[in-house]
């Protein structure tokens, strides 16, 4: 059976006129911490994706929303929720196939500047440029700006795409899934290319050309092990 979905030109008229318990929020990386904070304020809990927030001092502001009005905000990574990921990261973490020497992934791109020259382009009539582009600056429409996770203006291309759920496999398997890195360096000039240590002493380059999109190659003592959403790949096999 196909429901009717009714359709509204912003989220705070939904919120007004339905009775929902909870926001599932799906917009843009650059809309996504301001609908919530929406939600949050008319009374519902929150599940959105990643990237959840553009800046670190957005996350600050809903954080502070959500124990102020005390709700549940939940940020999800789908892989988390696939066995065979979840499979693949505890054989790293427990040591199951040595100790890490290295662990390898995609030097992920950022985002790009819009371009300044860009000249305006009649605007779909069933869009809604102005609510489109939410809390941003406001520019005139162009249809490359649809495109928006490329430009870093709205967010930060592959690094807050595939980079988020490759970085967190990484985190998962090492065991780091509450820390971050102690150490990050450059492995050539120019190129993007960084290395990052963990303090339990994992190293993680992000050197990689080609390779698992949301995920990483570990090397580690006693083989290899390819970790890709919902994909393994091992040398021996495991």
Request: net charge neutral.
């Amino acid at each position: 059976m196909w429901i009717q979905w009714k359709l509204y030109n912003s989220d705070l008229e939904m919120f007004e006129h339905e009775k929902l318990d909870c926001a599932f929020v799906i917009t843009q990386d650059f809309c996504r911490t301001l609908c919530a904070i929406h939600a949050i304020l008319a009374g519902l809990d929150v599940y959105a994706e990643k990237a959840l927030t553009t800046y670190i001092s957005e996350g600050r502001v809903l954080v502070n929303c959500v124990r102020k009005h005390n709700k549940i905000l939940q940020v999800g990574s789908q892989q988390r929720s696939m066995r065979l990921n979840d499979y693949g990261c505890k054989l790293v973490r427990e040591g199951q196939l040595g100790k890490i020497k290295v662990v390898q992934a995609l030097n992920y791109p950022g985002g790009h500047p819009i371009p300044a020259n860009l000249k305006e382009e009649p605007c779909p009539q069933d869009l809604n440029w102005n609510a489109w582009q939410g809390p941003t600056e406001y520019r005139q429409f162009h249809g490359s700006l649809l495109g928006w996770m490329q430009w870093k203006e709205y967010a930060n291309g592959e690094m807050t795409n595939w980079g988020a759920h490759g970085i967190d496999q990484i985190q998962w398997a090492v065991g780091a899934s509450q820390t971050g890195p102690v150490e990050l360096w450059p492995l050539e000039a120019g190129n993007g290319k960084v290395g990052m240590k963990y303090a339990n002493g994992a190293v993680v380059q992000l050197d990689l050309d080609k390779g698992p999109m949301g995920g990483a190659v570990f090397r580690c003592e006693k083989g290899n092990l390819e970790i890709n959403r919902n994909n393994l790949k091992a040398n021996p096999e495991v």
